[in-house]
């Protein structure tokens, strides 16, 4: 079994920021990228970043010189921080992590839980 687990979501003014985490568990061998991705109330879910193993990234542009995504390999762990925060970014923010599997060498897709990211004054 592989698990994500995010935390940092939460009620934040117009502007401001907030850091998300995301941490990989189980029977890992080797992630090859990891990612967030958001869904609001009545839309579809979409990519808001990716890493690889390697640091490649890509954003949305919708969130593109606000947004950065980055990894910690040694911990399976990665993080979204999000500044100038706006209105538009209220959503579940969802994170993906994609790899292979120990023992066994299966490739794995697995989603966290969600974490609720709201912008309001």
């Known amino acids: 079994q592989v698990q994500l687990v995010e935390s940092g979501g939460g009620l934040v003014q117009p502007g401001g920021s907030l850091r998300l985490s995301c941490a990989a568990s189980g029977s890992i061998f080797s992630i090859n990228a990891m990612g967030w991705y958001r869904q609001a109330p009545g839309k579809q879910r979409e990519l808001v970043a990716t890493?690889?193993?390697?640091?490649?990234?890509n954003y949305a542009d919708s969130v593109k010189g606000r947004f950065t995504i980055s990894g910690d390999n040694a911990k399976n762990t990665v993080y979204l921080q999000m500044n100038s925060l706006k209105p538009e970014d209220t959503a579940v923010y969802y994170c993906n992590g994609q790899g292979l599997r120990s023992v066994s060498g299966w490739s794995f897709e697995v989603w966290g839980q969600g974490t609720l990211v709201t912008v309001s004054s």
């Open positions: 890493i690889t193993s390697g640091g490649s990234t």
